[in-house]
T-cell receptor, first 115, second 114 residues
């Protein structure tokens, strides 16, 4: 079946460090790929997305490129801030037949950025 | 700024009691999802609706959980009877019906069953 695997956390970085959170997926066909972020006590919110191969999603300094050859969608940021501390979820949607679309999440990666 | 709203935000109840959680999707969205989040299982999709019709509730324990959309502005998730293992954060999300669509999440209902 379809699945998302992301690196386990927690990840702890110092402010201004480089961030990479790895995400790989298994899916039939051509899924759309997402990164969602969850700040403490809040719901998930979309960070960025890519809907076809080689697309790059970007937002708030974060980037991820849809790599079909490696089935990956790694999240990167060049210089993290304390305010980036949150849980990050990689996810995909796929057409499961007919007109059904489901969102499948990875388990989440907790990022803590220290001043 | 359109948002998904959920009520209540927090609920503490005793085992055996009925619990009803409500969600108001963003106006114009025709798809509503219910998720449950726990430390052990992460995010689980419980059920989802399109144009108010249930499309898939395979993630939901059928004997005690039920989900409905009485109208386009209200989705409900009920647990009867509740059990301690139902303690979790329940999220509602809404969107339109395309593969590349963003799902917009509500703030969640934190349920504690004693």
């Amino acid at each position: 079946g379809n699945s998302v695997t992301q690196m386990e956390g927690p990840v702890t970085l110092s402010e201004e460090a480089f961030l990479t959170i790895n995400c790989t997926y298994t899916a039939t066909g051509y899924p759309s790929l997402f990164w969602y972020v969850q700040y403490p006590g809040e719901g998930l919110q979309l960070l960025l997305k890519a809907t076809k191969a080689d697309d790059k999603g970007s937002n708030k300094g974060f980037e991820a490129t849809y790599r079909k050859e490696t089935t990956s969608f790694h999240l990167e940021k060049g210089s993290v801030q304390v305010s980036d501390s949150a849980v990050y979820f990689c996810a995909l949607t796929y057409n499961s037949g007919g007109s059904n679309y489901k969102l499948t999440f990875g388990k989440g990666t907790l990022l803590t950025v220290n001043p | 700024d359109a948002r998904v709203t959920q009520t209540p935000r927090h609920k503490v109840t005793e085992m055996g009691q009925e619990v009803t959680m409500r969600c108001q999707p963003i106006l114009g969205h025709n798809t509503v999802f219910w998720y449950r989040q726990t430390m052990m299982q992460g995010l689980e999709l419980l059920a989802y609706f399109r144009n108010r019709a249930p499309l898939d509730d395979s993630g939901m324990p059928k004997d005690r959980f039920s989900a409905e959309m009485p109208d386009a502005t209200l989705a409900t998730l009920k647990i009867q009877p509740s059990e301690p293992r139902d303690s979790a954060v329940y999220f509602c999300a809404s969107g339109t019906w395309t593969s590349g669509d963003t799902q917009y999440f509500g703030p969640g209902t934190r349920l504690t069953v004693l």
